[in-house]
């Protein structure tokens, strides 16, 4: 397993974007050539790349010849030294850097300082998706010096501006009651007010220091995880997906556990979690860490608990305490910790349909139950954001109590939990700790804007990292889509991070076939919501792919979609000929009844019209 | 292919409800029976079987045996006849009904004079999903004579009462901040009120006459489609979703059609359309039309195409009246007819990212241009009208300007369709024909609800019928999902029914199992949104299932799935042994991290708590 075993994307480039304060910042975007527009006069339009968000680091890259036994190169390394706030420590084989003192080495810490991090300008050169490109675009639509603006920053300022309804009716004079407002340089759609968001038209380092400094936003990026390509998740920046990997007793190897993370990354995932919970759980993750260029996620008292021989009775602080460390000195970017989880919540799940669902949720409050005692991971609070300080994990405070049904959802368990969140979050954020949140779960749909406006209110706007929602519980063998409309509304409100659900949930371990399908579902669903909150760029890529529909440019079509692969083959399956891929129409309609070349004969004769 | 060649559901049996107003009103149902509950004290608990909603007609009985070449039963014939107000006329080799007058034969007149049909009441039977149980759950809630209730209405009445959030706070005395209004009685959550639906907690036949005389529902059902069992579109009942099937040029036989027709009911499709475009039109049509119990949807103007040899000038106004005479007379329930598209909002197309999507749109606008004259079906419209009030078709006003791609999305040329819609719905009305306006297509998130609440308020609440919407361009191979995203956020909020889109959309010609994922994606969607707007037996389903999965009832869990088979080939592929079936984990945590079982131990703990 190396390098040549390459994933690859058709007709796309790999192409790197310098960064300006931090020339050794490098940016990967994968870019999808387009072939040209043919003109009715027969010349040729020449259509711009398409700059696309890329996760796969250097497994993506062509000119890259690593082997999964080397790992990657050690992207951050240099930085992290040059700040000279961690010593390197050595302890058996292994060897680690920690902060050198009681000061917080975490991006939020620097945020505070007013200091610009690599890390930060290389998320805002990543989350601006080769928008230098629209800088372009807008000084062409001004050829007339007079009437162009001075200021490009002006310019992009106006991409976002939005024009009243009574302006378009003066515009067009008559029709329709109202219009809605759109963009008439981006050929986009202005966001509705109500997401919340505040996405500049342009993301800046400064932009996002600020961010990361008011809470809002989190880079998880672990001072042992040199290898990691740093991105952020907040509201006010690209909804980020993560996938689930990790092997049970019942299945799996290392070697398909890095496959995997090696396949999650390739079809997008900005994130993946090792929710590994059988034997060789240090093996695995040191494996997934150093072929990872994506944070990975963990959450600890699984291996805590295998250290117990699985005896929740036995776990203590200690033993937890010994394993957050172990596993901050192996890299580990963020942890799910389940502190929010308190004992007299627990009785309130008595009368649930489905009880406790979450893994290290039930593990905590049947600790609880056995000792009669507070949950340790809330008592020990404190010392657990200090670890998390000096290594730079992030944390992903769980939520325990999630429903585990329609029924039981926005119930009093999990809003008590979710208040108890918060609090957790103000008390990391005094210590130097990144923060998100962990929510739902089994939600529908009427009740997902009150988690997100409860969570956005009580957590003070921290990231909100859900699991799905499912919108329903009836559809077993179709959750990964369930879970992908609740993620879209839930994201579109301002939820950062969507965690995936494969169309396997509660029947069975997800294959990799599973994987793709569960990873693309949850990148068209943060897709579609990056569309509705108005990421500045998001549009591009839809544009371009319709457009490339329109004028049957069948190859720009399939390279532009999000899996190019499954896109082709279901074209291939009705018309397999090469030469159907110049076709001006598809299987579905037949060559007499295509409504798009009606449309385009319809579009020529009004270019007629005109001239006669 | 005969009946034997079943499809049918596990663990299920075919029950039927039989009417009070009309005994020979039988409404089927699909009961999946349920396995007891064992209960710690050894006993069991005898699980209610739950009612499903079935659309396979006599094909999903298994005491029907008949075959496609004698087609179904004529269910509808006697209470068509016995109205009095139709003739049988024979042309040909064919018989047909027709209206005696100029009076409508249609579901909204009769409603219009009050008159409850047998249709009526055997929607409204259908649409309460065996709440007849319910009845019976609350009589069992109130054991005590003095403390019960006198009528089951004001029963029924309470099972939506929706608690103040300030009372709820009393109950619970601490907590957090404010909780959400669920039902005590029935464990279901309360509707959202934006939802603007009117849903009661009992389906009467009175409701359901009310709501075809305000036009806010149809129940379409041509008198020459007796094999068609009555269902209805409205915003206040349950959300409904349509097949799309039929043959175009370049492929499928009619057998291929018809099987289609049964595989898609048999997922759950509540109406097909058949919008075949090749050879055989008129006998392809027949066949679906003898063997369907569900309505049959068609676009005219195809046929009418087919009949001038694909060229569009060529189309008149006789060919068409005369194409929709014959569908009219073969029994076809509702017709697409694209009247609202006028020529003069074709020049507000021609700067569209992808022009005019809609096969009929896009022919209609086409001859609009070539002949300098208006839109003939708008002309036409008084006449149409009369046309379908004589056989009561229902009318399904066309988009064929609706938008096909983000960028595109509730622009001018789109809305000011939709407000001629609104127009020819209410003349529609006024010549007592039944309406529904179809809708979008391709709309970012955060423009849905505008295409909404714009079509309940110029369209009068008539009912809306979407395809889609599809929330991104950047899916292809996936777009039954993007499509099914959109359209459990427009249901949420008054759409009516959903065309569904399969993953195959924009690509090539969907097979069987297309259209089972798509089917079955739709049902998903459409029970999401039923949940949302409160339907009051929607939950049911869900909580039985979510039981079953808390308990390890395997086969209980499969067998409440919308797609058993699958659900269960999951999870056979991970833990194929029979045993597996009852063992209290799954294959995703494996044995010794069921957060289910961790948490079963502490309900019991809790209980063992109570005793000492």
Known sequence: MD???????????????????????????????????????????????????????????????????????????????????????????????????????????????????????????????????????????????????????????????????????????????????????????????RSGSRMPAYFTPEFVRDEIASGRALIPANINHP????????????????????????????????????????????????????????????????????????????????????????????????????????????????????????????????????????????????????????DHWNEICEILAAYDIGISIGDGLRPGSIADANDFAQLAELEIQGDLTKRAWDRGVQVMNEGPGHVPMHLIAENMTKQLEWCLEAPFYTLGPLVTDIAPGYDHITGAIGGAMIAQRGCSMLCYVTQKEHLGLPDKQDVREAVVTYKLSAHAADLAKGHPSAQLRDNALAQARFEFRWEDQFNLALDPQKARSFHDLTLPHANAKKAHFCSMCGPDFCAMRLSQDIKKMGKEDTLS
Chains 1, 2 share one sequence.
């Open 227 to 378: 290898e990691c390509e740093p991105m952020v998740i907040g509201r006010n920046f690209l909804v980020k997906i993560n996938a689930n990997i990790g092997n049970s007793a019942l299945g799996s190897s290392i070697e398909e556990e890095v496959e995997k993370l090696r396949w999650a990354i390739h079809w997008g995932s900005d994130t993946v979690m090792d929710l590994s919970t059988g034997k060789n759980i240090h093996a695995t993750r040191e494996w997934i860490l150093r072929n990872s260029p994506v944070p990975i996620g963990t959450v600890p008292i699984y291996q805590a608990l295998e250290k117990v021989r699985g005896k929740v009775a036995d776990l203590t602080w200690d033993i937890f305490r010994d394993t957050l460390i172990e596993q901050a000195r192996q890299g580990v970017d963020y942890v799910t910790i389940h502190a929010a989880l308190l004992k007299r919540f627990v009785n309130h799940t008595a009368n649930r349909m489905t009880g406790i669902v979450s893994r290290g949720g039930s593990i905590m409050a049947q600790w609880s139950m056995i000792h009669g005692q507070e949950n340790f991971l809330y």
């Open 3 to 193: 390098a040549e075993n390459r994933l690859s994307y058709p007709g796309s480039r790999r192409t790197y974007i310098q960064g300006k304060l931090f020339p050794d910042v490098k940016v990967p975007m994968r870019e999808v050539i387009l072939s040209d527009t043919l003109l009715p006069d027969g010349t040729a339009h020449q259509n711009a790349p398409v700059a696309i968000y890329d996760c796969s680091g250097p497994w993506g890259d062509d000119s890259f010849h690593g082997n999964v036994e080397e790992g990657l190169p050690r992207l951050r390394e240099s930085w992290i030294l040059e700040r000279g706030d961690v010593i390197r420590q050595t302890e058996g084989d292994a060897s680690y850097l920690v902060a050198k003192s009681d000061t917080p080495v975490t991006q939020r810490h620097y945020a505070q300082q007013g200091i610009i991090t690599p890390e930060m300008e290389y998320v805002a050169i990543r989350e601006n998706l080769g928008r230098e490109e629209a800088f372009k675009t807008v000084y062409d639509r001004y050829p007339n010096e007079k009437s162009r603006p001075q200021d490009a920053q002006q310019i992009l300022d106006e991409l976002t501006y939005m024009p009243r309804p009574s302006e378009l009716e003066a515009q067009s004079g008559f029709g329709p009651k109202s219009m809605v407002a759109r963009d008439q340089l981006t050929h986009q759609h202005v966001p509705e007010k």
